[in-house]
Every structure is written in structure tokens, then in C-alpha cells.
């Protein structure tokens, strides 16, 4: 139906004669607000933009400052949805300077006749829910409210500046600007004494610029910020080259990337690289003046881990003591205090090298807080400083500002959002937010937003709301909300995302850390840009998951539920496995499945040093069996673990879990000896279960010559090595020994049985396959043997084992039975700690620097093993990760 037909029937409120009535009100003329209306009007909705500013720009509009610069390729920061926009406009430079954005986004406007619509010099003041009308009315401070259908907010993610917060700024008699709203005719600098608060993008982009002008320039700077060079100029023709050869196939790529710009995923880890090649990548990264390149393409950990990440910094703090001649200026100019990457690093042109200039003064107020402004200028808790100008620089309420701050939001029963939002932005997807219905926000809280390309981002979001609207009216929907269950899921999802990235080790305005008293947690969406894209495309393609769709004649629809419950990191693996479409493993005959096991394990990451490895031959039950012992790199006697890797009896062998040895034997600082056990077919039941005892009992006897603690023998497993691990307690309990300190079983299988729930809910689809399972029993144990405890350990008799650590993972067929197995431990008295490890798989912990969310699971082990050999439960020898901060907003 028409919306001027749905308007006959409005409230009062919305027919007056003063309010204009449209199915879309946005907020914002920016990058975002322009394509909305473009995409808007083309599917047919009549639309408003409301505008505070003068003009289109946004952003663009505001940030005038000099050295004002796009850090992100402008090459890349363009509009993409229309090629021959792209061809119509050419960009001058590398990265575009302020007033070429603010030109282009008006050629834009004027290009697809978007000024019409825009209602500039019109700020919001308040938008309100009517639940009689389903409508949203916004009133404003200039002219007619407006009523619409869906309200769209454009607003940015930076673009509510901070309020100063530094007493006596009133009392100062000389000139004060803000960065983010710096005067359009600019300021004259001459001969004057400026201050500059702040060293974010703002300040590191200006300060070089306002040292070029001014009699002297004081920058008063809180922490120190990474920056590297922009080194601008002309487009680069390699990209230009590549951009040309094939722009769709070009776009295509930034929209499937991690940050919106195409490049590749990095798969090769720091230590896999020697120093000379770790430099040579940094030179190179260093050279190409690009934010994206050196933060996603040094090496596969510097954003996921604190040890990958610090080898960078280390080279950048080189850098920047190369550039500044006194050392103490130096010294204070190197940020220590967060990793690489976790706080926005920046772009500069010069910035470094104007310290050396004689003009320019460093005040660090971690040394000398600013006490006040007064009437003459700044005083420090050591000195004051006499100037006529003083520039903020100090940044905005990032993320939630524009649309919370600005103005009121009242939804559903008229909740207001700034109370939903008091404990921090809670969204589904960061598009919408349960309770207020037919409200959409472009690049919110909670979507990858400024942690991306913000162009690519902006187009996605746009597209995404358009679509929905066009499909919502061609089937009589007049309304869509998301649901709680969803939007709690999407904030538990965003949890687990932060949980892999540095982000929680720094305070940031990605936090909310830079607003005294705001709510803090990682607010953009750290999972990509390219997983967020399939995230958004799933919604739709579970039918709306998570959004309750009503309309006048239609039935109402609600299709609940979480649209992501696996962990990040397992999503992506899953996802492309399932890409790869492979055979079905148990379809492979058993020397096939070896065969394609050894060529999949060559592709993963190689585990991390440890102190030696080395092959030796020990007696199983049956002849002499292959082992690989792990010794960590501190000096012995170490207690010793006997472990038993997976392969459900058929395959792998003592060096197929080499990464997770690896792993374990760093974190626990124990000796790992992986025992090459027989397989079947060959070797059938009970062949792997006696070789596992017979070589426990072998290790226990040549403890000392292995280098290990007497008396402090353990046992762990993973899957059917979980299993052999379990057996091997219960036999070295009823055959005399030996003494067994602890046990650890990573999903292990414990029975015969396949009826538990966790075998049909996750029965395919998670690599470990029902089908697999099946194969792997019957080539191994044959029906009348399989309730014998040497191979269902749940079946056998459980008092008087050694302590057990017992994890499972949720979407694994094996979980309930490793549950199974741990209540049954701890009813007959065995002191058991239990892992369920949410959204984690069966190869979860094993796969180790690609499944980085094991890594909380690894530790915990360790600290168990640790235990159970009555040692300290940190093994580790690296300093401690700087304070966390809590990763979900709120
Ligand atoms: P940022 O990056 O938030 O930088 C603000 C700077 O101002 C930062 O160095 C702050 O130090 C400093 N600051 C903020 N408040 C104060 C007070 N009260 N006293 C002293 N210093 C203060 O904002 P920008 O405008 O530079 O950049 C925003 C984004 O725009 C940028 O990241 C790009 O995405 C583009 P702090 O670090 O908080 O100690």
C-alpha cells in the first residue's frame, strides 16, 4: 500500500500540516546518507534526509583542520556501486586530501540529483515510536517534523566531538578551535603561540601542518599513538593497474576481505620467519605507507596474539627513534602501553621529524597532568604555558555519540535508547535494535564499522536496509524488529570475536575508554568484514533469523534464534571446509584417509619452539612403537605426560598432534611423549588399547633416562587417544601400576553407544562426522567386543583413578559422552574438573594458531596437568599481558 494512502489514516500527530510524511527519514549526508537515498529513491520509497550541516559531506564537512587526509587508499574509500561513477571521477592522490573528499561527495550529489531530498541546516531533536501508527515521528529544529515508516540513522561513527573535560577552558581569552569542527575559512597561524590537546589521527595529521605556520606549537600529548608514513603522492599505479585489469573482480575481493580492502589473508606465522625475513616484510610494509598492508600482512598473528604483535612494535619504536634526534622526546613519543593495531594507529606526513624542528615543544602529561586552562594558556602540574590558540584534538564519542547523544530515541512502549544502551550499545548485527522497531543504523556499534574500509562497509549496510525494505513491502510487512534471543546472541557472538583480537588490552575509543563514565567494551565488530557480509546473508537466508516481521494483512512472521553459535575462528574453518567439498573421509579406504590426513596437516601452522624434539623407539605390547618427545626449553628434570593422539584408532601417527605437543609442552613445561600406537585395520582391538599401556608402563621405567621427574607421570589424549589415555588409568590401576599423577582427556570417546543427543544434533556438518564415527568402530573393534572397558572405559570400573581434566566441545557427537564419562568419574569419587567448551568443534583445541579460541581451553589444561603434578599453575614465562578490559559492551 502506498504510504501517502497508509498517511490518510495517521494520527493526528502525523497528518498536522506541518509534518512532511515519508516511508524513510535518515539522519546524515555523508558517505552513507548519499547512497541511501540513491539506493532509496531507485527502489521506489519516497525519502528525507535530515542534515545539521550547510552541505553534504559528513565527516568530510566538519574535519577541516589542515592535514585533514583519508588514511584508508583513496582508491579504495570510494563509491563502488555504480562503475561508471567510478570512471567519471578521478582522484589526485594516494590518500585524498579533505577538500577532494568533500568535492567528490558533492559531485555525487550532483551527479545523482540527491541535494532535493536533504533538508540541510535541520537537526534532529527528537524521534519517537508510535505503537498505534507503526510509524516514527521526528521533530526538528527547523520546519516540519517528519513521519515515516523506517528511520535510518547515517550519523558516523565519529562525529560527536568530546567535550573538552579540562577545567578553566571558559576563562581563556585567546582563540580555541576543535579539529572536528574547524572553522571553514581557516585559521591564521602566523606568528602565533598555538597548544595542540591530543595526538590521535586529528593531532598526528595537523600538528606537522601547524608547525609549518605558527611562531611556536606546544603539543600537550597523553599517550603516545603508532604512526608510520603516509607517504603520499601520486595514486599508486600497481594498485591503479590491478583496480583497472578487472574492477568488479577488484571490488568483489575488498567486500569478501577482513578490512574492506583487498588483500589477502596472511597464513604464515612470526616464527616461522627468521629476523631477516620478519625485516624484510616490515621494510617493505614500512615503505608502502598503508595501514591495511602493515596491519594485515607482516605476519598471521600480529593482530591475535601479544608475542606476534610485539615484534612489529619493537620495529616501529626503532623507527621512530631513528626519526627523533632527542632521545628523551623520543622516549616519550613511543607508545608502550598497547599492542600494535589495538588503538588506531595512524597515517603521518612528517610528524616525527617535527619534533626536531626548534618551534615545536612536547609537554607529557603522563609526567605533568594538565592542571587548568586559565585566561593565558595552560598550566601543568610542573609548568604553564603561555599561548594564543589552543586546539582540540581530543577526539569524539565514538560509535554511540551520534546516535545516542545527539538525540532522543524513544522505541517500543517508549523505552528510551539511551537506557537499553546505559551498560553499552546493545544491537542485532549493529543494524538494528530490539524494542525499536523499523530503526536501522549504518555501520553502528557492533558491525565492523570503523574497523573496516568504511566505504565498502557503508555500501553493504545501505544495500542490506534497502533490500530488506523492498522485500518487507512486497510482502505487506510494514514493520521489523529484532529479537532479544537474537540481539543476545549477536553480543555474545561479538564477545567471542574480541576474544581473538588485541583489542581488549588497549584503552580506546573502539572501548568507550575515552569518555569518562561511558559504558566500556569492544563496541565495532572484530570478526571482518568478509564473515560479517555471510553473516548478514545468512539472516535473510534462514528467513529473517532473529527479526519479528508483522504488517496489517499479512500473518505474523518471527523466525527466532542466534545466527552464529560457533566460535569465530571455527566458523571460518567449517566454512571452508566445506568449500573444499571433500569426499567423505571414511570413503577413502584407511590408507587414502592417511593419505589425505599427511597432506592436510602440511598445510597447517607449524607448532611453536620448543626446547628439543626428538624421535626415539620404546616397547609396546607387541614389538617396539615410534615415539616423539617434547621437552620444554627449561631446564629438567620435567614430570612427563604419555600422550596418545587422535585418529579414531586408523590414522595419524606421533607426530600428527605435533602442534598441540608443542603447545602444551610451552604451557605446561612437561615433557610430551607422543606414542606411535598400532591402528587398525591392521592392528585391531585391543592393539591400540595394550600399546598404550604397555608404553606408559615403558616411559614410567625410563623416566630418568628421558629426563623427566620420577613418581610424576601423567597421561592425556586426544579423541580416540582421549580414549587410550582413560584405558590406560584403568589398566595401570588393576595391573599394578604405575602411578599415574593425572589424566587429560580432550573429547574423548568413552563408549559404544550412539543414542546420546550430541551424535544426531551434531551428527555432520562439524567435520567429525556420525558416518566417521561409525567407520573408525568398525574397523577397529568388532560388535561383541565394544562394551569392554579397554574400549568403552565408561563401561569398566572408575574408583581409584587418577584425577581427571575432561573437555568437550558443543558441537561435537562426542560431547555427551565425554560428559558422560566425567559425571560417572566424579560419582565414584575421582576428582574431576570438566571443560564444555561453548561454539567449540572436536578438532577445536588441536588445531592450534587456527583455532585461536582453544587457546583459553589450552591454558586451562596446562594449569591442570600442573596441578595434578602438584606444581605452580603458570608455567609461563612471558610478562604479563597488560590489564583486559571486559570485551562485550556492557
Ligand atoms: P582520537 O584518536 O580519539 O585522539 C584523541 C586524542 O586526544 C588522543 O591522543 C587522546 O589521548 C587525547 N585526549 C582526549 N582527551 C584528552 C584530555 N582530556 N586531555 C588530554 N588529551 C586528551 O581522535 P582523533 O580525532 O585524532 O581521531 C579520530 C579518528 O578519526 C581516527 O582514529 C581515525 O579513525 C579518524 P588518549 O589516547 O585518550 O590518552
Redesign the pocket.
Known sequence: MPEAMVETRASDATRSASTQVVDVAVVGAGFAGLYILHRLRKAGFSAVVLEEAADVGGTWYWNRYPGARC?IQTIDYSYTFDPELEKAWTWSEKYATQPEILRYLGFVADRYDLRRDIRFGTKVKQATWDDTTDRWLITTDNGASVSCRYYIMATGC?SAP?P???DGVKDFKGEIYF??RWPHDGVNLKGKRVAV????????QSIPMFAQDAAHITV????P?FALPAHNGPQPAERKTMLEGDRAAYREQARWSMAGVPYPQQTVVSWQLSDAERRERFEKAWAAGDLVHILTQLWADQGVDVDGNAIVADLIREKIREVVKDPEIAAALTPHDHPFGA??P?LDTNYYATYNQPNVTLVN?RQEP?QAITATGIVTDKRSFDVDIIVF????D?MTGAIMAVHPISGRGGKSLSSVWAGGPQTYLGLTVAGFPNLFMITGPGSPS?LSNMAVSIEQHADWVVDRLVALRDAGFTTMEATETAQAGWARHMADCATLTLHRLA???YTG??VPGKAQGVMPYTGGVGPYRSICNEVVAQGMLGFKLTGPNVAEQCNDGEVVRLQPDVRLVLGMLAQMNLPPIETMGAQGARDFLNEFNKARPAGRPVGEVGDGMLQGADGPLPYKLYRPATSGPHPIVVYFHGGGWVLGDQQSDDPFCRDMCRRTGMIFVSVGYRHAPEHRFPAAAEDGYAATRWIAEHTTELGGTPGRLLVAGWSAGGNIAAVTCQLARDRGGPEIAGQLLVSPVTDCSFDRPSYSENGTGYFLTRGLMYWFWDLYCSPADRTDPRVAPLRGKLDGLPPAFIATSEFDPLRDEGIAYAEALAKAGVPVEQLKARGQFHSSFTMVDVIITGVNGRMKMAQALRRFADLPADASERTPPPREINVAAG
Open positions: 588514511d565519529l568530546k573538552p573535560e579540562i579539529t572536528g590537546i591530543g595526538t590521535g589521527s586529528s593531532g598526528i600537550f600529548q597523553r599517550t599513538n588503538k588506531r595512524c602529561l594538565i584534538a581530543t577526539g569524539f565514538a570503523v584503552n580506546t575509543w575508554a575515552n
